[in-house]
């Protein structure tokens, strides 16, 4: 009772969803990582990894950290994620996943391995800011 696993109740979560969609919000630190004392070695295991990639099979999962977008990318290594960095303000997703209509703040890149790569950034003029 403690610490209540939705693992025990996923029929009960399933069956009250019916007809809408399930959709996976997960904290790096302290959810995915353990909590350390240096934030640079708050490292998910690779069980966990491959917990969140099976996941996101199943259902939009997204990775939502107060970390900035390029570190907790580094860290997960999951390309069928959405990431959200500095909580929120800095967003990447599996290009062609973002269902939005104004692509002002909508930048498309290719990564290292050749996918292509959406970051969105509704408040990119306030990103300077919080990256000090």
């Known amino acids: 009772a403690k610490h209540p696993s939705a693992l025990d109740t996923f029929d009960r979560m399933v069956a009250a ?3 809408k ?3 996976v919000f997960l904290d790096y630190d302290g959810t995915l990582s353990p909590i350390v ?9 690779d069980t966990m990894r491959m917990a969140v990639h099976e996941v ?3 259902f939009p999962t997204a990775i939502v950290s107060g970390r900035c977008l390029d570190k907790v990318s580094r860290f997960v290594q999951l390309k069928n994620v959405v990431y959200a960095g500095s909580h929120g303000m800095d967003i990447s997703t599996p290009a062609g996943s973002l ?3 104004n692509p002002k703040h909508e930048t498309r890149t290719v990564d290292e391995q050749g996918n292509e790569v959406v970051h969105f950034q509704p408040a990119q003029e306030f990103l300077p800011q919080i990256q000090e």
Do not use: R
Not at 37 to 45: L, Q, R, T, V
């Open 21 to 23: 969609k399930i959709v």
């Open 37 to 45: 004392e240096d934030p640079d070695k708050a490292f998910m295991s």
């Open 56 to 58: 996101a099979h199943f």
């Open 99 to 101: 269902k939005q209509n």
């Open 17 to 19: 969803a019916k007809g």
